[in-house]
């Protein structure tokens, strides 16, 4: 099939335009702050690999950094236990067909979806509550009282919990996506299967888990670059001091910190911060390469 | 070959115990969110958990009295339709072709597009700032339209290419051969092919557009202009102690979007589910 | 679906035409009845747009735009700007805060692109030392600002850089205990406690009468900071020469004072409510006016919200108890400044209502106005509220030392609010000793003392 140059450029270009201007530009741009010392205000000092030398050498930043990523790697594994694996279960209910008021589930699951992140981070803060939050409340009334804690307060506990509201919000997203991918599998193979004798999971298993790679494959990208790239949820529910004592401090809180400063305190450190960005993009980009490598190999992409 | 409906299996009754519970929890924050807004402060505290026992609606009526939120409605309708609009067209037109015209040029460009969801958003402030101010799109919805399209175009593209390359080159083929152009093609066979990811991208990219307070406060200076979602947390950040204040303002907040997508629901999840090809 | 874009797009194109049309002038807008400030919004907007710099000299009317953090306060601020401007009738004044997490982030833009208000709230020391840098807030000399010269020097110099006036020191506060006059005289005590030992053994009555002592929670680091080891800091050290001592790097965080001050936090926990390590700022603001709690550490800012949240609550305070005598020092912060953004297009304006924030008149109405912020400038009247007079009362006798972490300590990560934050909450999730807990501490700030 012969494709015109002329076609390629006119579709490219609308979309060229507005990312580049308005999204790469200045984000590159900035990322070339961290070859600079800047407060944000005053002037700009070029200062070379100062910050990155300092990011990593100076033990109260590189202690920082490790933990930010150790967090984010476990908020990663906690979102895809507590989200993916959820949705996928989910979405393979739902898939049944003899199953009656699926539509409804459908709909009411993805509600929370809808729902912006200050209003869930709020939400469950208060949830959260050691002194009035229903979670305690209700642990005390069912005789559990044992296990009321201060949720968002112990650092054993604060990103689980963070990990399990930000789970809530967004559980409908796959599981959609999981069941769209499901739909789009033909009913003749099931029907070999159940001529087969197949049961209805051992048909999930051999059927449905394989031929919806594709769309496993796309929901994780997404989850690995959006979880390592966080900022939004854990700022509503804990700040960005990574309270408490750094048990949610990840990449993202940690970059903002030492961007723009504290209220009250740390003061504004551009070039660090641009440095902390730098490395996240990094880490980033290195994560899907690899993973596209993997996966890429079993042609679907 | 169809399985006898009247057969009790334990197994649909277990999906279904599984499924509803998980639906209360769904809609219990949300129950919560609403019946806070409805209790008195001192309710809150003392029984956070259930239903308020003495109705209120005190916090409804500040909120009201005090704020223009018709004129800040008008803007976020205004900024988010038009922005998913945009986003829409230009994305699809990008996907297409970097799904169909399979080369080097195309495979580095969408890495390239890639690229930008790699960075946290807010480390191109204050660059962000510059630019639009250099472009007079200081406090101008204009401005935060194109923020808007630009941050979700990868997000956007990645999610069509994957859509659009499941489906075979062939179904364009013969169209392409009777001469139809490009434009044609995409319109008339391929979009309404991928209509599950366009429903998808739909609702995936209203509803972070719809929900953002942080852009809007920095580059929005004027008042009349404000989001919706702006006001509400400017608003709730001053009485963040009343409760239930706080609360009537969130479930204000969220009730547009709620409703709106309760009322496309039926219609978007079809259209996800109308599902690529059967067969 | 096309049918769907093609109605979404007809919308866009509807909406877009009529945003065209208010987009450009806002005279055609019709705001909800707010009175004067709407009127004044749209003066403004419509100057703007217009394009023309107000004639500053002449009788012509100027809203100007005032911004700061302090939400809590917006009321009580825009009703002393009618002072003002029954004074001076062309001006009118109209303050929008940004909330305390945005502020830093709106305001750095704001400047940077040309829409910031008129006059804007500045923090002390190195909070606004850092937004001076950028060159957009106007210099003040006591030529354009006479009424500088009311302040004495330390006044002046928390909200100068090199020798340079950024703002007019407007608000000082003091940090103590509040307490519940109710409570207190239900449990039969009839003095407020001078020694940790007497306050110690108040808590354990109270506790035993079935009230909640202290309201109290180390979940917020800054609450940490600023409210409750300041005060307990301060009351221990007795006198400034402990806080030059560590500047000068004479002593450090494990010196046996500041290890008090962590075992004498470490006592009064028992006393807090329950899983206090998940408690934060507005959490015990609840608790304490609501009247579940009989004290709550926190600073004078905080009578504007108690009186108005809770008219009924009988408020008292006292200075944070000394560890063996009657407390020397109390913790004061030089908190709000008010400075004047040098884009401004009505300068003259600006600092007409600057001058006259530092004149005897305005420092007393800010203070009387804005409770619990007092006026540096000594001639200044003091505010007719009893509770405002007896928390400005703490620092008589006293030396009032400034809040540690303002001046200094903030040029690396952890500054030094973060670090006891993070401290007093380890103190409790490691049980530590006061002692260790002070090794941390020290370990954290090492970079100080490098």
């Known amino acids: ?124 803060s208060l949830i959260y509550n050691p002194l009035w939050g229903p979670l305690n409340h209700t642990l005390g009334a069912v005789g559990l009282g044992a296990l009321k804690r201060a949720w968002l307060g112990s650092p054993h506990t604060a990103l689980l919990a963070i990990s399990v509201a930000n789970a809530w919000q967004y559980t409908g997203v796959p599981m959609i996506m999981f069941l769209a991918g499901m739909q789009a599998i033909p009913d003749e193979l099931y029907e070999a299967a159940s001529l087969d004798g197949a049961s209805g999971s051992r048909q999930f298993w051999g059927i449905t888990f394989p031929l919806i790679r594709p769309v496993m494959f796309v929901i994780s990208t997404i989850v690995f670059v959006s979880n390592f790239s966080a900022f939004e949820i854990i700022y509503a529910m804990a700040g960005t001091t990574g309270a408490p004592n750094y048990s949610t401090d990840i990449l993202g809180t940690f970059f903002y910190r030492i961007c723009f400063g504290q209220r009250l305190g740390l003061q504004p450190d551009m070039g660090v911060g641009a440095a902390i960005a730098a490395c996240m993009f990094l880490l980033i980009g290195v994560g899907v390469f690899f993973w596209f490598r993997i996966y890429g190999k079993d042609g679907d992409l | 070959m169809r399985l006898n409906r009247k057969k009790w299996s334990w197994k649909i009754f277990f999906v279904y115990v599984v499924l509803t519970l998980y639906t209360i929890y769904t809609l219990y924050p949300i129950f919560l969110m609403i019946a806070t807004s409805l209790k008195g402060n001192l309710e809150i505290m003392q029984n956070p958990s259930g239903f308020p026992r003495a109705v209120t609606w005190k916090g409804f009526e500040t909120l009201f009295r005090r704020e223009n939120f018709g004129r800040y409605f008008l803007n976020s309708i205004f900024v988010t339709v038009v922005s998913s609009a945009i986003l829409l067209v230009v994305s699809v037109m990008l996907a297409y072709i970097l799904s169909r015209y399979v080369c080097r040029l195309s495979n580095f460009l969408y890495i390239f597009f890639l690229m930008g969801m790699m960075l946290p958003l807010r480390l191109g402030l204050l660059s962000l700032n510059d630019l639009l101010n250099s472009l007079g799109l200081i406090d101008s919805l204009w401005g935060l339209i194109f923020i808007y399209v630009a941050m979700n175009i990868p997000f956007t593209m990645f999610l069509l290419t994957g859509y659009i390359r499941m489906i075979p080159v062939e179904m364009e083929e013969s169209a392409f051969i009777d001469g139809a152009n490009t434009w044609t093609i995409l319109r008339k066979i391929t979009v309404p092919l991928i209509k599950p990811a366009i429903a998808t991208t739909i609702v995936y990219n209203f509803v972070p557009i719809w929900n953002d307070a942080f852009f809007p406060l920095v580059f929005v200076s004027t008042k009349s202009r404000r989001t919706l979602m702006l006001a509400i947390t400017l608003f709730f950040g001053q009485f963040s102690t009343d409760w239930n204040l706080v609360f009537s303002a969130l479930t204000l907040a969220c009730l547009p979007v709620i409703l709106v997508y309760i009322f496309c629901s039926k219609y978007l999840i079809r259209g996800m589910m109308a599902g690529a090809l059967k067969g | 679906m096309k049918k769907q874009i093609s109605l979404i797009l007809a919308i866009a194109l509807l909406l877009t035409l009529l945003s065209g049309c208010s987009g450009k002038t806002q005279t055609a807008e019709t705001t909800a009845a707010a009175g004067t400030t709407a009127a004044a919004e749209t003066t403004a907007a419509a100057d703007t747009t217009a394009g023309t710099t107000a004639a500053a000299a002449s009788g012509e009317k100027v809203t100007l735009k005032f911004t700061g953090w302090r939400t809590e306060d917006q009321d009580a601020i825009n009703k002393m700007n009618e002072k003002f401007t029954a004074e001076n009738p062309n001006i009118e004044v109209v303050y929008e805060p940004v909330a305390a997490t945005e502020y830093d982030t709106y305001l750095q833009t704001a400047l940077a692109n040309g829409t910031a208000a008129d006059l804007i709230m500045m923090r002390s020391f190195s909070g606004g030392k850092t937004v001076y840098s950028g060159g957009k ?130 006592d009064l926990e028992q006393y807090y409510p329950e899983f206090y390590d998940g408690v934060g700022y507005e959490d015990c603001q609840q608790l304490f006016v609501t009247g579940q709690a009989a004290m709550y550490m926190s600073g004078s800012f905080e009578l504007t919200y108690l009186t108005t949240t809770n008219p009924d609550l009988k408020l008292g305070c006292f200075a944070f108890p000394g560890q063996d005598a009657a407390p020397t020092a109390v913790n004061f912060t030089a908190a709000v400044g008010v ?96 002692a260790q807990a002070a090794d941390y501490m020290q370990q954290q700030m090492s970079w100080f003392f490098k």
Not at chain 1, 90 to 106: E, P, S, T, V
Not at chain 3, 166 to 193: L, Q, R, S, W
Request: aromatic residues 14%.
């Open chain 1, 1 to 124: 099939m012969k494709r015109s140059k002329k076609v390629y450029v006119a579709f490219l270009l609308p979309a060229l335009f507005f990312y580049v201007v308005f999204m790469l530009y200045p984000l590159v741009s900035s990322l070339g702050l961290s070859l600079f010392s800047w407060n944000g205000y005053g002037a700009k000092t070029f200062v070379g690999l100062a910050n990155f030398r300092r990011l990593f050498g100076d033990p109260s930043y590189s202690a920082r950094f490790w933990g930010a990523l150790k967090n984010n790697a476990l908020f990663f594994l906690f979102t895809v236990v507590l989200q993916n694996c959820i949705a996928l279960l989910l979405a393979a209910f739902l898939n049944i067909r003899r199953l009656r008021g699926a539509k409804f589930f459908r709909s009411v699951l993805y509600i929370p979806a809808t729902l912006s992140i200050i209003v869930v981070g709020f939400l469950w």
């Open chain 3, 339 to 434: 400075g004047g953004y040098s884009g401004t297009k009505y300068p003259e304006q600006v600092l007409t209502y600057l001058n006259w924030l530092a004149s005897d008149e305005g420092g007393g109405a800010y203070a009387n106005g804005v409770l619990g912020f007092f006026s540096p400038n000594p001639t200044a009247p003091a505010p007719e509220s009893e509770i405002a007079q007896q928390w400005s009362a703490l620092r008589d006798g006293r030396e009032a030392i400034h809040l540690m972490g303002y001046e200094t300590m903030t040029e690396s990560a952890p500054d030094y609010s973060t670090a006891i934050g993070d401290t007093a909450l380890k103190m409790v999730t490691e049980k530590w000793t006061a």
């Open chain 3, 137 to 266: 807030i106007t210099t003040l000399t006591t030529d354009s600002v006479p009424n500088l010269k009311n302040y004495p020097d330390s006044a002046v110099s928390a909200w100068a850089s090199d020798g340079k006036s950024f703002a007019v020191p407007v608000g000082m506060t003091v940090e103590g205990v509040h307490y519940n006059k109710d409570i207190f005289d239900k449990c039969g005590i009839t003095k407020t406690p001078d020694t940790v030992k007497e306050l110690l053994d108040d808590c354990k009555l109270i506790k035993d009468k079935g009230y909640l002592p202290i309201a109290g929670g180390v979940a917020e680091p800054w609450y940490v900071s600023e409210e409750i080891t300041s005060s307990i800091l301060m009351a221990t050290i007795g006198s400034s020469q402990w806080v030059k001592d560590l500047y000068a790097k004479k002593l450090d965080f494990t010196d046996a004072k500041y290890v008090q001050m962590l075992q004498t936090l470490q």
